[in-house]
């Protein structure tokens, strides 16, 4: 009797021991073929008035490019005369990488990084690394909101801006067509999206 019941411990130890080796590598390769959700997304948030309110935690976002146009190089006065440090809210970011296409509610997330003093006629400094541009000082944001209905007299996207020095406006209001939108409409690659300084985005 007792060993009959060894037999029966040790038969049910070995099916378990079955079960879980086939089990857990189906459950592992289940949670990776590409169905698990996609990340929860942070949506635009608007005050009651619809200034836009400054996103949460940006600087963890996807981070996408750092175009430059340093006053030394544009006659002493670029437009934007900072790093442009580019992020994509990650849920979005998520979407395109599998759609190939912008998601409503993206937002992109501009922060302005001025650069550290020139010691060059060109805007340049000698630093360890060598001689170049190197970032500095920030100096406040923008950002870009997809909402085809919102925003539809600026091509679907509306344009902030959180002040062009610090401390960052904790809301923005929309700006004008002329201001932002003209420009990306006119000559952004894709969907009036700067994806041609952003190999992250432009595949």
């Not at 992020?87 to 990084?113: A, D, N, R, V, W």
């Amino acid at each position: 009797m007792v060993m009959e019941k060894k037999s029966r411990c040790r038969n049910l130890l070995i099916a378990g021991a079955v079960f879980s080796a086939v089990a857990i590598p189906a459950l592992f390769a289940q949670s990776n073929n590409g169905s698990a959700p996609t990340k929860k997304r942070y949506l635009p948030k608007y005050t009651a008035s619809g200034d836009l309110i400054l996103p949460k935690n940006f600087n963890e976002w996807v981070f996408v490019g750092s175009p430059l146009t340093p006053n030394a190089l544009n006659g002493g006065k670029a437009n934007f005369p900072e790093f442009h440090n580019v992020y994509i809210e990650p849920g979005s970011y998520e979407i395109y990488k599998k759609t190939g296409e912008f998601p409503e509610g993206t937002i992109f997330f501009k922060e302005l990084q001025l650069t550290l003093p020139a010691e060059n006629p060109d805007g340049s400094r000698t630093e360890a690394s060598g001689r170049g541009f190197f970032p500095g000082k920030l100096n406040g944001a923008d950002a870009t909101v997809k909402d085809s209905k919102r925003y539809a007299d600026t091509g679907g996207w509306g344009y902030y801006n959180f002040n062009h020095y610090e401390p960052k406006a904790p809301t923005a209001k929309l700006q004008p067509k002329s201001e932002c939108a003209f420009c990306h409409m006119a000559s952004a690659k894709k969907d009036d999206v700067w994806t041609q300084f952003y190999p992250l985005l432009d595949k």
